[in-house]
T-cell receptor, first 110, second 112 residues
Framework: GQSLEQPSEVTAVEGAIVQINCTYQTSGFYGLSWYQQHDGGAPTFLSYNALDGLEETGRFSSFLSRSDSYGYLLLQELQMKDSASYFCAVRPRGWGKLQFGAGTQVVVTP | NAGVTQTPKFQVLKTGQSMTLQCAQDMNHNSMYWYRQDPGMGLRLIYYSASEGTTDKGEVPNGYNVSRLNKREFSLRLESAAPSQTSVYFC???????????FGPGTRLTVL
């Protein structure tokens, strides 16, 4: 089976750094993806880690450690527009389709 | 490019009514998906289509049917709506591996 765990909510001030952890139980998967969803909007792809290590895309970075069954999304220099829900997802081998975590709501305050 | 489009945006049904949600993509993707999203939960896969002419069940297929009309279009049908199907429905498409998916704007469905 497959389950992904993320914190339900994180609050931080503008300019701060937020780390959203994603832990999972799996017998094998292709990679770890992250999606962003604003209230009332559609999920949009943010990043993908096929291999262990850090991937950086502007203010956002994503990390994967298969040996620790753990990944995270790092949001730097937080802006008000970063207030949204963030979902981690994996594509398990044998199933092949994305399975999503329940999501972390990030609230950015002035 | 419009990406992934869905119709309608909102719908209210009475228990037992039927309806079809429409989805189209213009990115020439082979794979298409239907998800539902409920409060406090992630996206759950209802059905997917790996290519034109093929469909397969996801995690929560009961009460739904799908049709992959052609490469662009993938529709979701509720034959006899139930209050438990009140949800937001998203269509998505992807290239072959499915790690990067592109989502439509969603259909907000309420079943009374």
């Amino acid at each position: 089976g497959q389950s992904l765990e993320q914190p339900s909510e994180v609050t931080a001030v503008e300019g701060a750094i937020v780390q959203i952890n994603c832990t999972y139980q799996t017998s094998g998967f292709y990679g770890l993806s992250w999606y962003q969803q604003h209230d009332g909007g559609a999920p949009t792809f943010l990043s993908y880690n096929a291999l262990d290590g850090l991937e950086e895309t502007g203010r956002f970075s994503s990390f994967l450690s298969r040996s620790d069954s753990y990944g995270y999304l790092l949001l730097q220099e937080l802006q008000m527009k970063d207030s949204a829900s963030y979902f981690c997802a994996v594509r398990p081998r044998g199933w092949g389709k994305l399975q999503f975590g329940a999501g972390t709501q990030v609230v950015v305050t002035p | 490019n419009a990406g992934v489009t869905q119709t309608p945006k909102f719908q209210v049904l009475k228990t037992g009514q039927s309806m079809t949600l429409q989805c189209a993509q213009d990115m020439n993707h082979n794979s298409m998906y239907w998800y539902r999203q409920d409060p406090g939960m992630g996206l759950r896969l209802i059905y997917y289509s790996a290519s034109e002419g093929t469909t397969d069940k996801g995690e929560v297929p009961n009460g739904y049917n799908v049709s992959r009309l052609n490469k662009r279009e993938f529709s979701l049908r509720l034959e006899s709506a139930a209050p438990s199907q009140t949800s937001v429905y998203f269509c998505a498409s992807s290239d072959a591996n499915g790690d990067t998916q592109y989502f439509g704007p969603g259909t907000r469905l309420t079943v009374l």
